[in-house]
């Protein structure tokens, strides 16, 4: 996939940048043919017909290396770093003034070892195919939760983005790990609505503390309840009772390995999560 803040001039095949089979085709593909038929040429200019090395003449040495500079950022385009090692040594070999030295490199050799060097690292080279579907996942993950939410709740943005490379890259039950990160920062939240100390995340309370504090808060009479509970008793009731479904069909399972996840469960989980943490997102936050 091709990245939107990355120009098609500037294109790599780095991590991390998304690359279309159209523009590996258009940018790269010419690379390819480049680097291949410049050193064909040479490997059939430095042998005979029989295949034995030829001896070059400085004029001809000059015109390798000019043809091996050309080919040198081709090769760095597409991040074969240990064949521009090699082509190095090809050219600081041609920059010697003694012929007798040159000759004795075998320049013919050394030609077919880049080329080697090239076709190995191409190997090397392997590139994921991400479909159309899935492809928002990975490149934009945090436009799936969407800006309110994640400006209420900055902390789990992290989560969200690697929910979004696993669902995309076929790991869904390590998207659902993730998940279940995000909606604890959710319970979090629901417990810090409480005004109890006892609850703060910084002592690490689990979620069976903090959702049988909801329980009993939920149990009092109206009166007697936190400011913001008796405000919304519906939203409060109905959070607390997500949270705990939560914890027992997903949390509890994905935390203690007890489950694995197919790609639709994993999206319908990421959904769920979504749906919940933007709702969770209008009245509460960090």
Same mark, same amino acid.
């Given at each position: 996939?091709?990245?939107?803040?990355?120009?098609? *001039?500037?294109?790599?095949?780095?991590? %991390?940048?998304?690359? !279309?089979?159209?523009d590996?085709?258009?940018?790269?593909?010419?690379?390819?043919?480049?680097?291949?038929?410049s050193?064909?040429? &040479?490997?059939?200019?430095?042998?005979?017909?029989?295949? $034995?090395?030829?001896?070059?003449?400085?004029?001809?040495?000059?015109?390798?290396?000019?043809?091996?500079?050309?080919?040198?950022? *081709?090769?760095?385009?597409?991040? &074969?770093?240990?064949?521009?090692?090699?082509?190095?040594?090809v050219?600081?070999?041609?920059?010697?003034?003694?012929?007798?030295?040159?000759v004795?490199?075998?320049?013919?050799?050394?030609?077919l070892a880049?080329?080697?060097r090239?076709?190995?690292?191409?190997?090397?080279?392997?590139?994921?195919?991400?479909?159309?579907?899935?492809?928002?996942?990975? !490149?934009?993950?945090?436009?799936?939760?969407?800006?309110?939410?994640?400006?209420?709740?900055?902390?789990?943005?992290s989560?969200?983005? !690697?929910?979004?490379?696993?669902?995309?890259?076929?790991?869904?039950?390590a998207?659902?790990?993730?998940?279940m990160r995000?909606?604890?920062?959710?319970? $979090?939240? &629901? %417990?810090?609505?409480?005004n109890d100390?006892?609850?703060?995340?910084?002592?690490?309370?689990?979620?069976?503390?903090?959702?049988?504090?909801?329980?009993?808060?939920l !149990?009092?009479?109206?009166?007697?309840?936190?400011?913001?509970?008796?405000?919304?008793e519906?939203?409060?009731?109905?959070?607390?009772?997500?949270?705990?479904?939560v914890?027992?069909?997903?949390r509890?399972?994905?935390?203690?390995?007890?489950?694995?996840?197919?790609?639709?469960q994993?999206?319908?989980?990421?959904?769920?999560?979504?749906g919940?943490?933007?709702? &969770?997102?209008?009245?509460?936050?960090?």
């Open positions: 996939m091709v990245n939107s803040a990355c120009s098609r *001039e500037a294109l790599s095949f780095l991590p %991390g940048h998304f690359v !279309s089979l159209y590996m085709l258009t940018f790269y593909a010419h690379k390819f043919f480049n680097i291949s038929s050193l064909t040429s &040479l490997e059939h200019a430095l042998t005979d017909d029989a295949g $034995h090395p030829v001896i070059p003449t400085p004029e001809f040495c000059l015109i390798i290396s000019e043809r091996l500079r050309r080919t040198r950022p *081709e090769c760095l385009a597409i991040g &074969l770093t240990f064949s521009v090692r090699q082509l190095d040594r050219l600081q070999i041609l920059e010697e003034t003694d012929m007798a030295v040159i004795q490199a075998n320049l013919s050799g050394s030609i880049l080329s080697t090239i076709q190995d690292e191409l190997q090397e080279l392997l590139f994921m195919r991400l479909t159309k579907e899935r492809e928002p996942y990975y !490149s934009d993950p945090r436009k799936q939760f969407g800006k309110p939410t994640l400006e209420k709740f900055p902390s789990i943005v989560d969200v983005e !690697s929910a979004g490379e696993c669902y995309a890259t076929g790991n869904p039950t998207c659902v790990f993730h998940l995000v909606m604890e920062r959710g319970l $979090h939240a &629901l %417990g810090k609505s409480l100390p006892s609850l703060d995340p910084k002592q690490n309370p689990n979620w069976q503390k903090i959702l049988g504090r909801c329980t009993d808060e !149990s009092k009479p109206l009166r007697d309840r936190s400011d913001l509970w008796r405000a919304d519906l939203f409060f009731s109905q959070a607390s009772a997500h949270l705990m479904a914890k027992d069909a997903w509890n399972p994905t935390m203690h390995v007890e489950q694995n996840y197919d790609d639709d994993a999206l319908a989980v990421f959904n769920a999560v979504r919940f943490m933007s709702s &969770l997102s209008i009245k509460l936050s960090e």
